[in-house]
């Protein structure tokens, strides 16, 4: 195992790109270089967050020699050529969710990062909050019995008003599915995380609440159309994309599966439930309330877990780094998932599993989301073919 400091170039400089920023630096490495859509824009960043190099562009990142792990944080059209070049050039790659836009796409990745002696991961962070890890070991260990249901929502409302405006909206940047390859995805890979199972067939019924929105003539960081805009000039734009989501699920065990997904739920500013039931008992998460793990039991009382590394299972304790009671958060999970990553990077034994989310399950969540695109056009179930 290497003592070696990583150094980690940052492409995307928006809403999560510092939240990555944050999370590398928490566990000692260093960002030593960002990109973003224009250098002023990269130059600024760097001078807020005192990091030495603002590239002019991807290009001039992947051909410094000082990298050896890219960190891809820009819209979802970029993913697929910026991890191919990083891979090429032989950096590690921790990519933003989804992997790409197509599942074309994502097979060739899965490919190239086989081919290639990297470590190779999707930022599925939710995982990291350290009791969906508990709830894993709980699951994996049988306690809850068969597992025969999966349900529950990820739902936010930042989408709610015609004027509010984001590029996940455009097709061409964010992909043919909004909410749910934006949100839903995060849903599916925790549940399939959890349980183990994997999705095996869809039925969908996806909605799109305004059809035409109101785009802003100016650039629109995520989330931060919310405080209102100063853009005085907008444009009409029809949307396509789902803004809302009604989606069945069948496991490879028989489970059954139901999500909602809604980036016009007012109220809902960033939810995700799930509930997993089984034979003996049931368990569940609200990311509101994100260090609770509630246990449901026919024949004695519920139960709460509330965050504690002393309290739970060594895969749950590894990814917790305070004591119970002080509360660990999304900002935590990109720590300890750039952790597990970059200590896997340091391991330097590139045929070892991972224990972080590869590009395989990227893959996975393309084909899962393709499967929901044709179930929703011809009204039907559709099997998830991998
Ligand atoms: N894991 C999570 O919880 C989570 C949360 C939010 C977003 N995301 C993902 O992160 C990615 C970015 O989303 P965001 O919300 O930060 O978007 P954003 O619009 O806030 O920021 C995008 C950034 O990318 C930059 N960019 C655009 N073109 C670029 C280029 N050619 N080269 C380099 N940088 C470029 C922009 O300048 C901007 O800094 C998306 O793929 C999104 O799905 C993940």
Redesign the pocket.
């Known amino acids: 195992m290497s003592h070696k400091k990583l150094k980690v170039g940052v492409?995307?400089?928006?809403?999560?790109?510092p939240?990555h920023i944050e999370g590398i630096r928490r566990i000692g490495d260093e960002v030593v270089g960002v990109?973003?859509?224009?250098q002023d824009?990269?130059r600024k960043?760097a001078d807020e967050l005192f990091i030495e190099k603002a590239y002019a562009?991807?290009d001039e990142m992947i051909a410094d020699p000082d990298i050896d792990v890219v960190h891809?944080?820009?819209?979802?059209y970029?993913?697929y050529s910026?991890a191919v070049q990083a891979i090429k050039a032989g950096k590690h790659v921790v990519?933003?969710?989804?992997l790409t836009v197509t599942a074309e796409q994502s097979a060739e990745l899965v490919e190239l990062a086989k081919a290639s002696k990297l470590a190779c991961a999707v930022?599925?962070?939710?995982r990291y909050y350290p009791v969906n890890h508990e709830a894993r070991a709980i699951a994996r260990s049988g306690e809850l019995g068969k597992i025969h249901a999966i349900h529950g929502a990820y739902l936010q409302d930042w989408l709610l008003y015609p004027t509010d405006w984001?590029?996940?909206l455009l097709t061409k940047e964010?992909g043919v599915l909004c909410a749910v390859?934006?949100i839903g995805s995060?849903w599916m890979d925790m549940v399939m995380f959890i349980t183990g199972l994997k999705i095996t067939e869809v039925m969908a019924d996806l909605g799109t609440s305004i059809p035409v929105r109101k785009r802003p003539l100016g650039?629109?960081?995520?989330?931060?159309g919310k405080l209102g805009s100063n853009e005085p000039a907008y444009e009409e734009v029809p949307v396509t994309g789902d803004d809302y989501a009604h989606l069945l699920f069948h496991f490879e065990n028989g489970a059954k599966g139901s999500l909602v997904v809604s980036q016009v739920a007012a109220g809902r500013k960033n939810t995700l439930r799930y509930e997993v039931d089984g034979s003996q008992s049931s368990v569940a998460w609200n990311s509101e309330r994100p260090d609770e793990l509630w246990r449901g039991y026919r024949d004695r009382y519920n139960a709460v877990l509330t965050k504690d590394p002393s309290l739970m299972q060594p895969d749950a304790r590894a990814v917790a780094s305070y004591p119970g009671g002080h509360t660990e958060g999304?900002p935590d999970?990109?720590k300890q998932l750039a952790r597990k990553v970059h200590e896997y990077i340091r391991a330097g034994d590139f045929s070892a599993e991972a224990d972080f989310p590869t590009f395989e399950d990227g893959h996975r969540a393309l084909v899962v989301e393709e499967a929901i695109l044709a179930s929703a056009k011809n009204r039907q179930w559709v099997s998830v073919s991998l």
């Open positions: 492409a995307g400089l928006g809403f999560i790109g939240a990109v973003g859509i224009t824009e990269a960043r562009s991807y891809i944080c820009s819209p979802n970029l993913h910026q990519c933003e969710k989804p930022n599925y962070n939710l984001n590029w996940r964010g390859a934006d995060h650039e629109v960081q995520t989330f931060v999304f999970t990109f």
